[in-house]
Each structure stands twice: as C-alpha cells, then as structure tokens.
C-alpha cells in the first residue's frame, strides 16, 4: 500500500514513513492510494473474530512493511480487555429500539481517542526500536488528547512526550489525570497562558527546523494516518454488533472537532461496509454543521470559537477535513489546493454550494449533520438519564441529539460514546444535580503527587526546557 499527499507531491510513501512523520512536504495530508474492498464473504469472515484480530486483519490492508506476526502481537497486545474493560472492547447498548451507543470511552482516559492512541504507542515504541532512534513529542492540549498520548507513551522506550497545557484552565480531573503520572519519560508543562499560547509554541519550535532536527521533534496530532486507521476497526466492530447478517445498513453519529473521527467512518464506508448515514454532529462550533448543510466552509477566528460544554469539540477549522473534500472532488489534488490553499489562505473560506460534488457529499458519500447547543444538551443527559437510566457526557449528548433528527426506519443508529460523565462533571452535575459515577482507578486521583512544571508562554522557555530533558 502506498500514500499520497492531497496536495499531489509526487512522492509516494509506506506505512512505516508516514507513521511518524505529520503533514505531508506540500502541507498536504497523507491518505491511502485507494481504499481495499473488503466484500461480503471477508465482511462474514470478520464477524466473529474478537477485537485484536478484526484490528489485525484491517490494518494488515493498510500496512505492508510490518512483518505479519509483529502486527499480529502489536494488536493483541493494544486491545486487551484488562486495558479497555471488556472483552468487547467496544460494546454496544440499545437505548431503545433502534438507536445504541457504542462505548469508544473505557480505555486508560476514559475518551475515545486512547482507542487510536494506544495503538499508536505500540507501533512507536516498535518502529522506532527498529530504526534505532528516539523521538520527542511536543504537543498543546486542553485535555483529552494530552492525556491519551502520555498514557499510551508513558514508560515506552525511545519516547518522550513534552505536553503542554494551559496552566488552570482544564477540570480538576483532567489535570489530575496528566500531572500524576510518574514516569520518567512524560513531562508535564502547564504554559501561563490559553490553549492558543500553547498551540502557538508548538508551531514556533516545530517551524524552528534546526531544533527541530536536533532534538527529533515529532507530533501526535489528529492528523496523524495511523490514528484515523485505527479508528477504522470500531466501525466494523459497532457494526457487527448492530446487526445479525452482512446485508443490513447501519447509520452512524460522531460527535465531531476535527472530524478524525468521522473520518474514519468514511474510510470505513468506502471500503464497502454497509454504513447509510454518517450524521455529523457539532456544538455551538458549527463550522463542519454549516459545510454540510450550505456547502460552505468557512473557518473561524479564534475570538469566535466559543468555549462550551463540550470542549473537546471546540475547533475553528476541522484538520482532517480536507482527507475527505479530496475524495469529494474526485481525488484532484488541484482542484484541492485551489479550495484549501488559494480560497482558505486568502478568504478563510471556500464555497462549494454551486459545485456538482457538493451534492455528492449527501448522495454518494452519506454524510448528514447536526449541531446542539448547551441547553439541547443538558436536556439530553436528562431525558437519557431518565428514560434509559444511562449517564452520558456532553460530547455524546451533542451525538444523541444530532442522531434522532436523523433516523431512518429499519436503520439502526450508533452513536458514538466520545467520552465518560465523569470526566466533564460539571456538566453532567448542572444536569442532573448529581456527580457522575468515578471508576474506580480513578477514586482520589486529585490528591496524588504532581509533576508539572510551569513555564510562561516563551518558545525559548520550552526550547530550554526540552533540550535540558533531552540526555
Ligand atoms: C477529540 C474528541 C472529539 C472530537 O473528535 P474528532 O476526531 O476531533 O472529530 C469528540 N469527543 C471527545 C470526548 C473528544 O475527546
């Protein structure tokens, strides 16, 4: 299998070069030559297979320079019920007839993206003992994916994760969850600042190419290919649970930001799983909502991004949109720069509501969407309390609610679970009046010992802290 960037460099690349590597050399993202057909006599052969092995089978689709037995004992050895909770993994519950939730949220963090980020601290720790090399992480978080990346790094050989944070700005829990972790190879920098200092640090050492170079800077950002790929396995797995035989459509809603993870429900549709509808679901930050429902895409600025209740959806531009607006144009690397270059760098916008493949978005690919506010999603976590005696967070709430204006007769809807109640508790308590259940792993965890340092929100601060961590 190879890769190609969307912007059309000429370069084509393997799994194993793109795994640790971010944007393509064009700014582009990497995506698949094509996607592998899997007809319905695999799709059958599939069905039954546990977890790891169904991972193991896809991503072996994907991936051609990993030996088979390594790829095998990397998924056997990521998808384990003692780190997901259950043999399922990802198990599915009806809420009522026809509409489920499956649960992506019960990994190390307790959100969904531990799904793709445990796997990819394995295929780290693996390629990078290949190559003989090391790699340094640095990355900006508000919470939920600062957390994934360091328990899925933590005590790996050859890595290290230098994370930043704004410095009081996530939930008790969320810090609590970062700053305890002892291990030496995960270091904590709360930056004296917003998300968006910390987010500009992160661009200002990265673009320094001399640092960069030196201390092998990398990323695990959302854009990341392996992380989309493994995404891919829960769609297959949620629907092989929704349904008996091989022949039936299901839909799918995904609380989305950066639309990695619907992402991976189009990759998972245009393989050839039965999917109808991936229904799109925003908060108050629609930019995505606002594209599928007008055919314009309009970025924000970051004054107009609005800090809700489901935070980890608060995004003024979607990165791994543009994997799908490349399908969506037919795969022509012009027309994409003509959209994602020229109309974005010089409007902020782009604007295809007179284009045929708009249409397309809807007819061919399946894609519908919906947006909530705070209110529909306090009534949410509410109605689903009372009726289904099931607690969900905000960011399914927004699924949920974006899910029932969207259901087809006869059609089973799973929407995704992006997180557990127990980690935005406030909300949940602004609901219902009442703290979320706590696993128990997580009882005290705000008491434990911190490690953390604070930094003000200086490149050159960060720089000098890196590279006084770094032998
Ligand atoms: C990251 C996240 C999302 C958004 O996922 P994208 O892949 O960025 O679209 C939704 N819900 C939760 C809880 C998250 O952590």
């Given at each position: ?139 900006a ?23 930043t944070s704004p ?24 930056i004296?600042g917003?998300f968006d200092d910390c987010q500009d640090i992160v ?269």
């Amino acid at each position: 299998m190879n890769y190609l960037s969307t912007r059309g460099h000429a370069d084509r690349k393997r799994f194993c070069e793109i795994l640790l590597e971010g944007l393509a050399p064009d700014g582009g993202l990497y995506l698949p030559e094509t996607y592998p057909q899997v007809d319905t006599a695999t799709l059958a052969k599939w069905r039954t297979l546990p977890y790891n092995e169904l991972a193991f089978e896809i991503l072996s689709l994907y991936i051609d320079d990993i030996p088979a037995a390594d790829l095998k004992a990397i998924c056997a050895k990521t998808y384990t019920a003692e780190v997901f909770g259950t043999d399922e993994i990802v198990p599915l519950r009806e809420l009522e007839d026809g509409v489920y939730l499956e649960a992506l949220s019960n990994g190390p963090t307790l959100a969904f993206k531990d799904m793709a980020m445990q796997l990819l601290g394995n295929l780290f720790e693996y390629e990078l003992a290949r190559r003989g090399a090391e790699l340094n992480i640095l990355g900006a978080t508000s919470g939920d994916t600062g957390s994934a990346a360091e328990y899925a790094m933590r005590g790996k050989k050859g890595v290290r994760v230098f994370m930043t944070s704004p410095d009081g700005r996530m939930s008790p829990f969320q810090q609590a969850q970062m700053f305890s972790l002892q291990d030496a190879n995960i270091h904590n920098i709360a930056i004296t600042g917003v998300f968006d200092d910390c987010q500009d640090i992160v661009k200002a050492v990265s673009n320094d190419l001399a640092f960069k170079r030196k201390y092998r800077i990398g990323t695990v950002n959302s854009i990341n290919w392996a992380r989309l790929l493994a995404q891919v396995v829960y769609y297959f797995a949620g629907y092989f649970q929704a349904t008996a035989s091989n022949d039936k459509p299901v839909s799918f809603t995904v609380p989305s930001g950066n639309f990695g993870n619907v992402c991976a429900g189009h990759v998972a549709r245009m393989m050839g799983l039965p999917i109808q509808t991936l229904v799109v679901a925003t908060n108050e930050n629609d930019v995505l909502d606002e594209f599928f429902r007008t055919g314009v895409y309009r970025v924000r600025a970051a004054v107009d991004t609005h800090e809700t209740s489901s935070p980890s959806m608060d995004i003024s531009k979607a990165s791994n949109f543009e994997r799908f607006v490349f399908d969506l144009v037919g795969r022509d690397p012009a027309k994409l720069r003509q959209l994602f270059v020229d109309d974005l760098g010089l409007t902020g916008s782009f604007d295809l509501s007179a284009d045929p493949a708009f249409k397309q978005a809807a007819e061919r690919f399946g894609f519908r969407s919906g947006r909530s506010t705070h209110a529909d999603r306090l009534a949410m976590i509410r109605d689903t309390e009372k009726r289904f005696a099931t607690l969900i967070d905000p960011h399914t709430a927004d699924g949920l609610k974006a899910a029932r204006e969207q259901l087809t007769p006869g059609v089973p809807m799973v929407v995704l679970e992006t997180a557990l109640p127990i980690k935005f508790a406030a909300t949940v308590v602004e609901a219902l009046g009442e703290e979320p259940a706590r696993p128990k792993k997580f009882e005290g965890i705000e008491a434990l010992p911190k490690r953390v340092v604070q930094l003000p929100a200086d490149a050159e601060a960060v720089k000098a802290y890196i590279a006084q961590h770094c032998d």
